[in-house]
């Protein structure tokens, strides 16, 4: 995306001659922070500092002071729905429209870069922070994070996509280790950051707390220098998370350029002690100075004009109705009728809204809507009527509690519908610490169960960060939707969509499970020890369920509509073979409902002919369309080569191995409703081969193979590894190295390393 229009010139600070002119003191000096957000001016040379804020969900701009962890007062700005709400929309646009927004707060504020968007995977639904992040699906969270950045760049503030790499809980998340293979890093936990990186190029990106692999994310040289930047190519610069540096010098060697917030001279001091004893050098420190240099430039220095907010919050209520997702509505219960029978409103959260999640995201509101107030509003031709039902603390006397749910089932009696409203409390999820369970707490559903026998028809409207267990209680819900965590005008929103002023639309970006005991980090989930073992791989989220045939309550992709939609006539063409293929799958969706509707329709690939182990299927494109009752629309999605690629381990490199692969389109990834073959020619796999390579592996190889087996008929070893049967594939299995000490070998040691060498050139 092109922001030249908006992003000032780098002219404003000549950065080579600033860099020129600085003293080391003063080098050193940029590589920390002057305060807890922001950068450290050079008076002298006109250098001022820059403004970094959070912000993923909204500006939370603390002009003295500050704090991580959202303790402290901000300057008001809208608060917009969290991630994980947001990725339920699946609308790229909406994402982009939402980013602007932000950096239109930012620039008004004086913000120059927004901490933000989270792009880590969503691991275990313990995680506490799973609220602030999009998805269990790497493309998926990568698309709509490449979009939010690009938003918030093209109205001049810069971003940080983070935490870079494999933060996946809050459980000593200072200081865990993340023990994970090179293929699994590459195809799950990097993808998202790389789309960010190669196509929004972000202005900063933000290091993680834990180790990977034992190596503190801050001072990896491999993930900041080699992936990041001679892989990626990225430019811009590296900072650190709040806190996250452990030795600033090996730090600043792997590509650390900044360190937040200010060390108070501590890290400098490191630095200094380095360039003296050698382990560092000058240009070591122009290297990173001159980028934080380049940040300041590319930031304005003064205050943009005021924004809208009530246009904002008009935005933040529109993308909220846009990421409600309606799970069930069993008998079409939803949406309600403006006239009616009495309407029975059950739940704090209906008056006290919880519109965000804890920490560092946390917003303070321009205004706050509550759903019962909205939906009093909306339905003013019924009745409606209200109680709290249970409080939003797990310490309420039994008294109390009894007390409430009294109240509540006599707040439903001869009403129409009940529309309770449960969810998570605060306390419940939060950075810093993760979740120990899955449940609603028991005396919401304690509620749930007395009023489900006091009246007729019964809706439940959840709000939480991050999936909870549904199936124990669900059965006595005709309806259920997932809000998540919507922001300020999330009230608003919910009674759009439950009074069917906005038909939902949202899919879910996680996948909902039966129950905890089924999610695939059960066992390394926080891990002990210090330690956290990434042991199912690949299999994060559905791929996790699918490859185990596990049955979920609702699966990744669900949502429904008040209409209904229909595809058809599945068509795929390759626009280009061989090593880069290219492939445009392109169907019919219609609506065949009453209602207008929006429909996401997602296009997923399996490898049907893989040599590695590959998940049963990988979402790889999805559109989002908008289409009155029976209108038909075409939909085209393209299909890169990275769609049909796989990590090879033996290869360190992505490849797309020959054969056939099926294309799914559906909607959700278990509700597939058209399928079709591709084949492909792709890059043919011929494994490296040394003399510790197995028999198997040489026979297979296009110049070895055959010269091992001119060489091994007629003698007895040589006749046993061609042999058919359970007795060949047993020496087939043996290193060659060790196979040519058998008795009767007909190659030798020597032969093998001559033969190697041949091969290799």
Known sequence: MDHDDVTPAASRLDVPAVLAALTLEEKVALLDGSDFWRTTPVERLGVPAAWLSDGPHGVRAQPVGGDHLGAMAATPAVAFPTAAATASSWDVDLLRRLGRALGEEARAQGVQVVLGPGVNMKRSPLCGRNFEYFSEDPYLAGELAVAMVDGVQGAGVGTSVKHFAANNQETDRMSVSVDIDERTLREIYLPAFEAVVTRARPWTVMCAYNRVNGVFASQDPWLLTRVLREEWGYDGLVVSDWGAVYDRDAALAAGLDLEMPSSGGVGAAAVHRALAAGTL??????????????????????????????????????????????????????????????????????????????????????RLDDALGALREQLAGREVRFAPGFTLTDDTPEQEAARLRDEAVQAVRGADVALLFLGLPDAYESEGYDREHMHLPPQQVAVLEAVAGAVERVVVVLTNGSVVEVAPWQHHADALLETWLLGQAGGGAVADVLTGAVNPSGKLAETMPVRLADNPALGNFPGDAGVVHYGERLLIGYRWYDAH?????????????????????????????????????????????????????????????????????????????????GASTRVEVELDARAFACWHPALGRWVVEPGTFTVLVGASSRDVRLRGAVALAGEPVTLPVDPDASAERWLAHPTLGPRLRELAPGTALGDLILLEGETGQMMRAIPMRRLVRFPGSPITEEWLEEAVAEAQG
């Open 281 to 366: 050098t000058e240009a070591d420190v122009d290297r990173s100075a001159r980028r934080v240099l380049e940040l300041v430039a590319r930031s304005r220095p003064e205050p943009g004009p005021d924004y809208d907010e009530g246009a904002h919050h008009a935005l933040a209520r529109e993308a909220a109705a846009d990421c409600v997702v309606l799970l069930r509505n069993d008998d079409a219960v939803l949406p309600l009728a403006p006239t009616g029978g009495p309407v029975a409103v059950v739940g704090e959260f209906a008056r006290t809204p919880r519109f965000g999640g804890g920490g560092s995201s946390q917003v303070t509101t321009t």
């Open 549 to 629: 045939a596990l049955q979920v309550a609702y699966p990744f992709g669900h949502g429904l509509s008040y209409t209904s939609f229909e595809y058809a006539d599945l068509a795929i063409e390759v626009l280009d073979d061989g090593v880069q293929p290219r492939v445009r799958a392109s169907f019919t969706v219609t609506n065949t409902g009453a209602r207008a509707g929006k429909e996401v329709a997602q296009v997923y690939v399996s490898d049907d002919e893989a040599t590695v182990f590959r998940p049963d299927q990988e979402l790889k494109g999805f559109t989002k369309v908008a289409l009155e009752p």
